[in-house]
């Protein structure tokens, strides 16, 4: 019998733009040993999120970039093949950060097992993982949504802007989602949401001010570009803006063209007294992670949060499956199963 | 005896850029009375602030803006000529808003009893009034300095930026101030600022950084333009913009040419966790401002925040003052003698 291979996709070469297949290397290598305190993983399912696209160029980031012939990383669900740890046997399934690769070591450590009698496992990628968690702190750490605001969020039908429209709407806020394409306006309604608009039809600015006509209190920031210029006009005095993602800009290859806007964005901030505030989720974790886990697990059981999927088959559908969650292509979370 | 007369500035035309004498129109009417609870007040001095160049524009602001023909708004020290409201006598010294003229009646409820054996008046104009108050609560409830970190504010020798440095300094932070040429920059060394650089000599990028070794944690921003390009580069992880003023754009007239820039500001705030948070000081009045009287005065009376006055002496030159403290030609608090 030969020896099993691991099939792996690496980082070819930095993106210029939207990334292309050669920026991608598939290869095969034998799978590796775990040492002590680490553990063999099978890949099952693989995360697919805008935050990596950012990772795979070296400009200055809230992470340390990808270098050339790294495997592509990313959050996985994977299965305990061999255990060199304490705590860890073959066929558990645990949260884990393989990346875009069939097997993977990791340190015990680094591993969250998963009940998959409490929810499907692929949950801890999206609305029990890391996406859901983004929403949950931004939202009520910085958005702070009071009974009767609004609260506005793009790529609404997403991982992260589903949770953030329906714990707003839990909160007793208003929630307006904003997502392109009329299966995804659908999907809104579906969800509860107050307001549903298409940012790919006509005048954007006048539906949404039709739509928040009491002005934006919150308005949930993932999206930046033409969804933005539109919203900020809507925010009211004291609006609060966590910025979570500015997927539009991610392929940019250069600055737009003029006229420099910037400052009347600082104007806009001071005239009304508004809050712009970055943020990355980890910086939540010590505080809130525990509550997220308790409220949302509740929430998803209860039905008061639903989530959508949207799950790919095989490894080397990745890179298509990645550019096109970076256009949107994608309804709901993007994953890819592997095995 | 023929009855006094009360000069008076008003805003003749909505200034295009830099305001001009045309702007304004000085005329003369006689002395009003006071009805029913208000005070006649003689001006003693007005107060020379930038967001008085907001008011004179129709865009949209934080505050109404004035109609052609109004007497130009300003806080003002004025003295009791006659009262028709309980607990204000003749020769008594108020803060007050009268503006520019040479008296005014105003309810008495709008008005604040000034005690010269306390601090000079004028102080209630600058270090004790609503600048050194922007100082106290933008600072401390925004900024939140915290030992050992650097703070940083331009316009740093003017009311607000000068006491933003000395209140840091006393929360145990690093101050680098920010000033426009050499005087001032000696003014800053005299106040106790750790660094003083000034703008207007070159690559104020390069000087800038290697005063903040190891970065900004506060910014306090009321100026805008080319000291925020430089400022924001410097910015840590985490660190506050309390977004007090843009005296850089009061005068402009149209965008400046591109590119533009304001998705990579969005983008720095992400990368960064950066908060933007705009604010008027009458925000925090409710929560601070006893604290601030309480702090402030005994700061004062101790010397541990020193303040400077620009006194030009004849309501005729309250027009060429204002358009010369946009410019930052003032040193210190930027006041006219009327009386």
């Given at each position: 019998m030969s020896s099993p291979t691991n099939h792996r996709i690496r980082l070819a070469a930095r993106p210029h733009g939207e990334p292309v297949a050669t920026d991608f290397q598939h290869d095969e290598v034998p799978v590796p040993s775990p040492g002590a305190g680490e553990v063999l993983l099978r890949t099952l399912y693989i995360s697919l999120d805008p935050y990596v696209r950012g990772r795979m160029?070296?400009?200055?980031?809230y992470a340390a970039p990808m270098e050339i012939g790294d495997v592509i990383v990313g959050a996985t669900v994977s299965e305990v093949?061999?255990?060199?740890?304490?705590?860890f046997a073959p066929g558990q399934v645990v949260l884990s950060y393989?990346?875009?690769?069939?097997y993977s070591v990791e340190p015990a450590e680094r591993l969250r097992r998963l009940d998959p009698s409490v929810a499907p496992v692929t949950t801890a990628l999206g609305v029990l993982g890391m996406p859901g968690f983004t929403a949950y702190a931004g939202l009520l750490a910085i958005g702070a949504p009071q009974p009767g605001e609004t609260v506005a969020v793009a790529a609404a039908t997403g991982p992260v802007g589903s949770a953030v429209g329906q714990i707003a709407k839990l909160q007793g806020a208003r929630a307006v989602g904003i997502a392109g394409g009329e299966r995804k306006i659908e999907r809104l309604r579906a969800l509860g949401f107050d307001e549903a608009l298409d940012h790919?039809?006509?005048d954007l600015p006048a539906r949404l001010a039709a739509a928040a006509p009491d002005g934006i209190d919150v308005y949930f920031e993932n999206v930046g570009g033409a969804v933005w210029d539109a919203v900020l006009p809507q925010l009211n005095e004291f609006a609060r803006v966590?910025?979570?993602?500015l997927a539009a800009n991610y392929n940019a290859t250069s600055l737009p063209e003029g006229p420099d806007r910037s400052g009347q964005l600082m104007g806009a901030v001071l005239s009304r007294s508004l809050t712009l505030r970055g943020f990355i989720q980890r910086e939540f974790v010590p505080s809130m992670f525990p509550d997220f886990l308790r409220d949302m697990t509740a929430w998803v059981a209860e039905g008061k949060v639903r989530y959508t999927e949207d799950i790919t088959d095989g490894l080397d559908r990745a890179p298509e499956a990645f550019v096109g969650m970076l256009k949107g292509a994608n309804l709901g979370k993007a994953i890819i199963r592997v095995a």
């Open positions: 160029s070296d400009a200055r980031s093949v061999e255990s060199g740890a304490d705590g393989g990346g875009w690769q069939e790919r039809e006509a966590p910025v979570c993602g």
